[in-house]
């Protein structure tokens, strides 16, 4: 095997060349490979000499086959002895290349690999602290309002009519000219008033119903609606109202300080809740200024990324959006139907995103290398038995169950949360 390399930006071109003995061994390995695919009268299938074979079929019968063997033993041997170049990408051939005659043949395989960059500044750098939030006394309240909310008891009401706020439990079935839809009938439907979640116009309108009422009521369908049949259409529902109730929330003092907490007045519980976004506020600083140093350490590095690599990242992006969906009962083609977006758009939406994903990493696993990072033994174990224990898993167990790849997981959090630190020492907040 014969080559010559060049790179060109993110591209490596390396150009083989292979004698007539050479590549009359890899034109020999594709006929053995593909004899048995071939019938021909008088011969046993499989057993086929070459030589009547591409008589019958063609002197280049086995060619693209040959060709493709030969460039895969040759790009692997080629990676072998030439350590730094990593591709990031399945390479291809140039069919442009190829010139082929009774010498040999010559081809050139194109591949996209990691960039080559300089690291920026990463170290002693200074950063502009954040100012933590101030903890507003609407805070307070909306907090305590959510814990309200939690520990909030349903009534049934029986003697009004439906009102603005109230839950109720509704049957209904809903027709267009006349007409029964899909989706448009349920029964014992809970629906609080005042959510917008039905079809505007609709919750409104069962405000006054009283408790086994029925009435006709009449809406339109949104323009933008997802059912294209649905779009701007007139439905009337008939609706019944088989029960009303209404949140009552717990009355503001201390006892309800004792019910929810360790307190015994609202007083304390007040405080304690203060300092407790006091403290969260002043966590959000804290990975505010992070978020700038190491902003300013990626920025601070440019890279040309191969297009290859941001595309790798955005399959990610997919793939984890259609695993969401998926936990939801929807797919991909459910939610481009019911939004109007194509793949294209979802891919072109997250770019951006990925890029700066590609960037980062590229950046944070070149200062890893040159500060020479790494995940001790004790500090993986150490992890692993962390997880274990919020999760509620036997260490020992869970750790023999553990696969290389896992592994790799925990070695890699270590490592960031080194390298974050590391970062952190090394360069100035304030």
Not at 200 to 210: D, L, S, W
Not at 261 to 288: C, G, H, N, P
């Amino acid at each position: 095997m014969k080559y010559t390399q060049k790179r060109e930006r993110n591209t490596v071109t390396v150009t083989f060349k292979a004698n007539a003995e050479e590549w009359a061994k890899f034109d020999q390995r594709a006929y053995e490979q593909n004899k048995g695919k071939y019938n021909v009268p008088g011969f046993r299938k499989g057993h086929v000499p070459k030589h009547v074979l591409e008589s019958r079929y063609g002197r280049g019968l086995f060619f693209e086959d040959a060709l493709y063997i030969c460039a895969q033993e040759y790009y692997g041997e080629f990676l072998d002895k030439n350590k730094e170049v990593t591709p990031v990408a399945r390479p291809s051939i140039d069919d442009k290349s190829i010139k082929f005659d009774d010498k040999g043949i010559t081809f050139a395989v194109v591949v996209a690999v990691y960039p080559e960059f300089v690291l920026g500044q990463y170290k002693g750098l200074t950063v502009a602290k954040t100012a933590p939030q101030k903890v507003k006394a609407a805070d307070v309240d909306a907090e305590i309002d959510k814990v309200r909310e939690r520990n909030a008891r349903f009534v049934e009401i029986t003697d009004r009519p439906v009102c603005d706020g109230d839950q109720v439990n509704i049957d209904y079935c809903g027709k267009v000219d006349g007409v029964a839809f899909e989706g448009g009938t349920a029964e014992k439907q809970t629906l609080k008033i005042g959510s917008h979640t039905f079809i505007p116009g609709f919750e409104e309108q069962v405000i006054g119903f009283n408790v086994g009422e029925t009435r006709d009521i009449t809406v339109t369908f949104p323009e933008d609606y997802h059912a294209e049949e649905l779009k701007g259409k007139q439905a009337v529902f008939t609706v019944t109202v088989n029960s009303i109730t209404y949140k009552e929330l717990p009355q503001l003092d201390d006892e309800f300080a004792k019910d929810v907490s360790e307190f015994s007045t609202l007083k304390e519980y007040k405080a304690d809740v203060k300092k407790s976004i006091a403290d969260r506020y002043a966590k959000d600083a804290e990975r505010a200024d992070e978020d700038k140093l190491l902003e300013t350490i990626v920025n601070n590095t440019p890279i040309d990324i191969p297009d290859e690599m941001i595309e790798e990242q955005i399959d990610q992006y997919v793939d984890d959006f259609r695993y969401q969906l998926q936990q939801s009962g929807l797919n991909l083609q459910d939610y481009f139907k019911y939004t109007g977006q194509t793949l294209e758009q979802l891919r072109k939406d997250h770019r951006e995103r990925a890029e700066r994903a590609v960037h980062t990493r590229l950046v944070f696993e070149q200062i890893v290398k040159a500060e020479n990072i790494t995940a001790s033994e004790s500090d993986v174990e150490a992890k692993i038995k962390d997880y274990a224990a919020q999760t509620g898993s036997d260490y020992e167990q869970f750790s023999k169950d553990l696969q290389p790849s896992d592994r790799y997981y925990f070695e890699n959090q270590v490592i960031t949360e080194t390298l974050l630190a590391f970062l952190k020492k090394e360069n100035t907040i304030a």
